[in-house]
């Protein structure tokens, strides 16, 4: 394509900018960092933390080896690829553009289309490298995703407000992969989750992309991983807890073993029931840290964009999903262990009265 003059980017309808598609896949239940470090299961390189996000779960950076790119796309690059202790594996390719709006649209399903194909081999070839230190390894569970366009300011100074407006009508079809004009309730629904900090910058947050006009774009980023890993999370436990439940649903008399009848055995049988306590702990720790990774306490600005991610990609909605089916695995398991104290309680009676019964015995042929 030949070289725009600057002058005439914004008049020619022609925009440059990035691509940027996140994946996110759930690979196992636990991933030992440290086991791929020592032996050298993967590239691993140093990455600044981001000042916004708490050390809770530092993830391991790793480089991709040069692998041969979609078919199609001729310049492409993987800018994070990111190894989380809980079972995950993230990646962040980028595709610089130089386009209008409606060649943008087409040619943006298509990428993306293709980059869902790539990034699954991606993370294929990255999880035979690291499976001797999955816990539980199963490829893969679920999978998530999300993606952003981001846009070069243009050379005549436009407002972050006015460019949005101009462009309405372009920009909310290309958040959907819609390739027809939204109607106008759509649009103005798509573009009311907008935010800017100069003016002359703005960032319009959707349920399964964003549209950032902005030079410096690198920091919302981590804000768009952390979201998809977040929801990717929420979903597998969500779906983890579906399963549990229809289990013991289906149980229509759960039958205890002898052993648990003898006091001080058999509570330290670990029962399925018993093992509801412990994924009932084990998903809220998880699920907490996701939630408070993130330290914008003192950030207006990053707080509302983090707000409106949460917002549009329903982790609400997740959470009390999930908050619910934990309060059912609650009250399961206190009904199995009061059946099972009760149990005690009579058959430790039963044992006293037999005592007192051989005791009297003993005294009478005495």
């Given at each position: 394509?030949?070289?725009?003059?600057?002058?005439?980017?914004?008049?020619?309808?022609?925009?440059?900018?990035?691509?940027?598609?996140?994946?996110?896949?759930?690979?196992?239940?636990?991933?030992?960092?440290?086991?791929?470090?020592?032996?050298?299961?993967?590239?691993?390189?140093?990455?600044?933390?981001?000042?916004?996000?708490?050390?809770?779960?530092?993830?391991?950076?790793?480089?991709?080896?040069?692998?041969?790119?979609?078919?199609?796309?001729?310049?492409?690059?993987?800018?994070?690829?990111?190894?989380?202790h809980f079972?995950?594996?993230?990646?962040?390719?980028?595709?610089?553009?130089?386009?209008?709006?409606?060649?943008?649209?087409?040619?943006?399903?298509?990428?993306?289309?293709?980059?869902?194909?790539?990034?699954?081999?991606?993370?294929?070839?990255?999880?035979?490298?690291?499976?001797?230190?999955?816990?539980?390894?199963?490829?893969?569970?679920?999978?998530?995703?999300?993606?952003?366009?981001?846009?070069?300011?243009?050379?005549?100074?436009?407002?972050?407000?006015?460019?949005?407006?101009?462009?309405?009508?372009?920009?909310?079809?290309?958040?959907?992969?819609?390739?027809?004009?939204?109607?106008?309730?759509?649009?103005?629904?798509?573009?009311?989750?907008?935010?800017?900090?100069?003016?002359?910058?703005?960032?319009?947050?959707?349920?399964?992309?964003?549209?950032?006009?902005?030079?410096?774009?690198?920091?919302?980023?981590?804000?768009?991983?952390?979201?998809?890993?977040?929801?990717?999370?929420?979903?597998?436990?969500?779906?983890?807890?579906?399963?549990?439940?229809?289990?013991?649903?289906?149980?229509?008399?759960?039958?205890?073993?002898?052993?648990?009848?003898?006091?001080?055995?058999?509570?330290?049988?670990?029962?399925?029931?018993?093992?509801?306590?412990?994924?009932?702990?084990?998903?809220?720790?998880?699920?907490?840290?996701?939630?408070?990774?993130?330290?914008?306490?003192?950030?207006?600005y990053y707080?509302?964009?983090?707000?409106?991610?949460?917002?549009?990609?329903?982790?609400?909605?997740?959470?009390?999903?999930?908050?619910?089916?934990?309060?059912?695995?609650?009250?399961?398991?206190?009904?199995?262990q009061d059946?099972?104290?009760?149990?005690?309680?009579?058959?430790?009676?039963?044992?006293?009265?037999?005592?007192?019964?051989?005791?009297?015995?003993?005294?009478?042929?005495?």
């Amino acid at each position: 394509m030949e070289n725009i003059p600057v002058d005439s980017i914004g008049k020619s309808g022609i925009v440059k900018g990035n691509i940027l598609l996140f994946y996110a896949f759930d690979v196992g239940d636990d991933i030992d960092l440290d086991m791929i470090k020592s032996r050298g299961f993967v590239s691993t390189c140093s990455v600044p933390l981001s000042v916004y996000f708490k050390n809770y779960h530092i993830p391991l950076s790793f480089r991709m080896t040069p692998d041969e790119k979609p078919s199609g796309v001729l310049e492409s690059s993987c800018i994070s690829s990111k190894i989380y202790h809980f079972g995950v594996l993230s990646f962040c390719y980028r595709i610089p553009f130089e386009d209008t709006f409606e060649d943008l649209k087409v040619k943006l399903i298509d990428i993306k289309k293709r980059f869902d194909d790539h990034a699954e081999i991606d993370a294929k070839n990255t999880y035979k490298k690291i499976f001797p230190a999955i816990k539980k390894p199963h490829f893969c569970n679920l999978k998530n995703e999300y993606f952003a366009i981001q846009v070069y300011p243009l050379k005549e100074k436009m407002l972050g407000d006015d460019f949005k407006e101009m462009y309405a009508s372009k920009i909310a079809p290309l958040l959907r992969l819609e390739v027809y004009t939204l109607s106008d309730y759509q649009t103005d629904e798509i573009l009311a989750s907008s935010i800017g900090y100069y003016g002359e910058d703005l960032i319009i947050v959707d349920c399964s992309a964003s549209f950032i006009y902005d030079d410096e774009y690198f920091e919302p980023l981590e804000f768009f991983e952390s979201v998809t890993i977040q929801k990717l999370e929420l979903q597998y436990f969500d779906k983890l807890l579906d399963k549990k439940l229809q289990y013991f649903y289906e149980q229509q008399s759960y039958k205890l073993p002898l052993k648990t009848y003898i006091p001080l055995i058999g509570p330290r049988m670990d029962l399925p029931v018993s093992q509801l306590a412990k994924l009932r702990v084990d998903i809220s720790v998880i699920t907490e840290r996701l939630e408070g990774s993130i330290k914008l306490a003192e950030d207006a600005y990053y707080s509302k964009l983090y707000s409106m991610l949460v917002e549009k990609m329903s982790l609400k909605g997740w959470r009390d999903s999930i908050n619910r089916k934990l309060a059912i695995m609650h009250d399961l398991y206190s009904v199995f262990q009061d059946r099972l104290d009760t149990i005690h309680e009579e058959i430790l009676t039963i044992v006293i009265i037999l005592l007192i019964s051989f005791e009297a015995f003993m005294a009478f042929m005495r």
